[in-house]
């Protein structure tokens, strides 16, 4: 069953969002060579303490740490550690979440370390993004799941790949629905696959976490010993972009966005809902 929201529910669920918001800028500015990712866990959560939240990702599924930190190959569900330094030329994709007064926000991004990524790199993570937000802007009313899927896989196809062949979209993990849980119906896949259909049709009070996950190399995963960090099978690097999204009357609202999505949105002809707590 998928959740529907109220307003008034999805204004909540815009203040667990801005909390992301505040965590990915803390990290992100944290995300320096000669950082660890434990020092990244530390930095989100004094900022969950700072406006009250809560972390949805410490103890889910005994998850031990309050964000996800993936180091290069690691594809999703890195865990923090004193043991991973971050060097120059690395990248990271840092996936965290917020409970405020019972509702979710979850959001992810691709970091640069220091300096000297190559061209193919920052292609990744950039199509990897924009992909997310073409996404984002077929949700809308009278759209079915799978034209969220669609977009997502189109961008990424018609994207030339700098030393040729095909970005990999990694097939075991994908969005979500999110609201009074983190993880919720229905599950989002970031390409068509005819065998599930259509899914169903997108109407106000919908809110999804769209996630996709690309690498420069294959669309196949496996689970480290820890039975969380995510790899890809040819060690080739990904990178994994995310936003929480809630469908109203008036358009999408990127709930995870400082702006709502206002800026990205208007590339893509689509106008953003107005911020209910603006």
């Not at 008034?8 to 909390?19: D, H």
């Not at 919908?206 to 669309?219: H, N, Q, V, Y």
């Not at 949105?265 to 603006?278: S, T």
Request: charged content about 20%; proline content about 6%.
């Amino acid at each position: 069953m998928v959740q529907i929201k109220t307003p008034e529910q999805i204004a909540k669920m815009r203040a667990a969002g801005l909390v992301v918001a505040a965590i990915h800028a803390a990290t992100r500015e944290a995300a320096v060579p000669g950082a660890t990712t434990r020092d990244l866990d530390e930095v989100a959560r004094k900022v969950l303490a700072e406006h009250g939240a809560k972390s949805n990702f410490l103890g889910y599924g005994g998850f031990p740490a309050t964000i996800c930190t993936s180091v290069n190959d690691v594809v999703v569900h890195g865990i923090p550690s004193d043991d991973v330094v971050l060097k120059d030329g690395d990248i990271i994709s840092i996936d965290c979440g917020a409970i405020v007064d019972g509702w979710h926000g979850d959001a992810a991004y691709t970091a640069f370390v220091g300096s000297g990524h190559s061209p193919e790199l920052i292609e990744l993570s950039r199509v990897t993004e924009e992909s997310m937000w073409a996404g984002i802007a077929a949700m809308k009313q009278g759209n079915r799941l799978v034209d969220i899927s669609r977009a997502i896989e189109t961008y990424i196809r018609r994207q030339p790949k700098p030393g040729g062949g095909r970005y990999g979209i990694i097939e075991d993990y994908g969005g979500h629905g999110i609201g009074t849980e983190m993880h919720m119906d229905p599950h989002l896949l970031n390409y068509v696959d005819r065998r599930r259909g259509k899914g169903p049709k997108l109407v106000p009070g919908f809110c999804l976490a769209i996630e996709p996950m690309i690498s420069l190399g294959t669309p196949k995963t496996e689970v480290l010993s820890d039975d969380w960090t995510v790899i890809t099978t040819d060690g080739t690097w990904s990178s994994h972009w995310e936003h929480s999204v809630a469908l109203t009357e008036q358009g999408p609202l990127v709930l995870t966005a400082p702006d709502g999505g206002r800026a990205k949105l208007a590339e893509y002809g689509v106008v953003a809902a107005p911020d209910p707590l603006a």
